[in-house]
């Protein structure tokens, strides 16, 4: 048989081939027409260029996988980005704030980011007004005479009925600012040793109006124009018994936070319940979820209350504590050292002692804490002489004062103090 009639035979073939699906069959005689060097026919041609669409798809879809797939990693990494400290803003911040580290533990404040805290306090000050001036003069003085008595039992360590609807007005005025000022130095602290990332999903025990994720955004909204950072994913949840609290603290947070220039993406999400109640609320947490679990000011000196409450706590963090994941902890040093009735004195040893000991009953393990401290003293000062200090050294709440004067009959100016234990801790 000469070439013209083989090439013929061939041609029938793949037709033959492509008629009955035999596709594989069908290539290979393509591939032998194409190495004899004979003209493809018009269905060869159309073969051909089927074949090299179907490559071209292929390759497409493949690199369109690859791709996809290091888009995905590269989100992941985003996601997980920690947030480096920056020197120059570290360096900042122990300017603005005037700290003085005294020893590993001890760390004094007495300034504060007036460009960040003034503007913050006006606002909530601007707020409170706003509040009161809905309510008849005479009705509003004996509401907020109610919400004080109740919430002043703070002083004297007993637990507030938080029953009246001012008390969280009145926690704003007495409280919030100071509180907001020492969690925004713990945000900074575990800023500075590489601990946070871009994306936070935080647990607020106890969570009042959300002071953690005020002083978080704070901290924030101070790095602005510093240096650059990643945009930030907040998911912050409140474990709080009052909704009034939690009403007011979002109500004031939408009304600022929101309104500001910011890199902060925050998703809120509101659980309502008393942690003494915990057992019929242990559902509606995720598992494994959080970056932070943080207990600001909620233990108790009360033996029995004590050890329910830690219960309750060692359930969750197990439960719903990442791996890696860290528990925040802020305690009064009042509270803590009258729960073991020791005497705070310039002891280390001691209170390292007490620490371990608070950590022990919540089945923690330390990784560092700070003694925030005002006066740079761990033994307390006497009223006259903490005045004086204060009017001296510590930075006012220049709008905050005037408003408590006028429904509280308050003389002295406030100021933002500390006198917390900051503590970072682990599951053991």
């Not at 700070?370 to 009223?383: E, F, I, Q």
Request: glycine share 4%.
């Amino acid at each position: 048989m000469n070439n013209p009639i083989i090439n013929w035979w061939r041609s029938q073939q793949l037709k033959l081939s492509l008629k009955h699906g035999d596709i594989p069959r069908a290539v290979q005689l393509l591939q032998e027409i194409q190495k004899s060097g004979a003209r493809f026919s018009w269905l060869e041609k159309l073969f051909r260029d089927k074949l090299q669409l179907e490559r071209y798809s292929q390759e497409y879809k493949r690199q369109t996988e690859t791709l996809s797939q290091q888009l995905t990693e590269k989100s992941k990494q985003k996601d997980n980005l920690i947030l480096m400290p920056d020197e120059e803003f570290v360096k900042y911040i122990y300017k603005v704030f005037n700290l003085i580290q005294h020893d590993e533990y001890k760390l004094q404040s007495t300034g504060i980011d007036e460009r960040i805290f003034d503007d913050f306090e006006s606002s909530l000050v601007e707020y409170l007004k706003e509040e009161f001036s809905r309510i008849p003069d005479k009705e509003l003085f004996i509401k907020l005479e109610d919400a004080l008595e109740d919430i002043n039992n703070l002083k004297i360590g007993q637990d507030p009925d938080y029953r009246f609807s001012l008390t969280p007005h009145v926690y704003f005025m007495k409280y919030f600012l100071e509180n907001v000022y020492c969690i925004y130095l713990a945000w900074f602290l575990i800023y500075q040793d590489a601990l946070l990332p871009s994306k936070v999903n935080i647990l607020d025990i106890a969570a009042g109006p959300g002071t953690v994720a005020y002083g978080l955004a704070l901290f924030l909204q101070s790095s602005s124009g510093s240096f650059d950072i990643p945009q930030m994913h907040i998911s912050y949840y409140s474990l709080e018994k009052q909704d009034a609290f939690q009403f007011r603290g979002l109500q004031f947070w939408r009304r600022y936070i929101e309104s500001r220039l910011t890199t902060v993406n925050a998703y809120f999400r509101f659980v309502t319940t008393d942690i003494f109640n915990w057992k019929t609320q242990s559902n509606n947490l995720s598992k494994d979820f959080f970056d932070f679990i943080v207990i600001s000011h909620c233990f108790f000196t009360d033996p029995a209350k004590r050890v329910e409450a830690n219960n309750t706590y060692k359930q969750i963090f197990a439960n719903s504590l990442k791996n890696p994941g860290y528990i925040l902890l802020i305690v009064q040093d009042k509270k803590l050292f009258k729960t073991y009735d020791v005497d705070q004195v310039e002891n280390q040893e001691q209170e390292e002692n007490v620490v371990h000991k608070f950590l022990a009953e919540l089945g923690l393990e330390l990784v560092w804490y700070k003694y925030l401290t005002s006066t740079g003293s761990r033994k307390p000062l006497a009223v006259a002489e903490f005045g004086k200090f204060a009017r001296d050294k510590l930075p006012k709440q220049l709008y905050m004062s005037p408003i408590l004067q006028q429904y509280f009959g308050q003389k002295h100016q406030l100021h933002y103090t500390l006198d917390d234990y900051v503590i970072l801790a682990k599951k053991s």
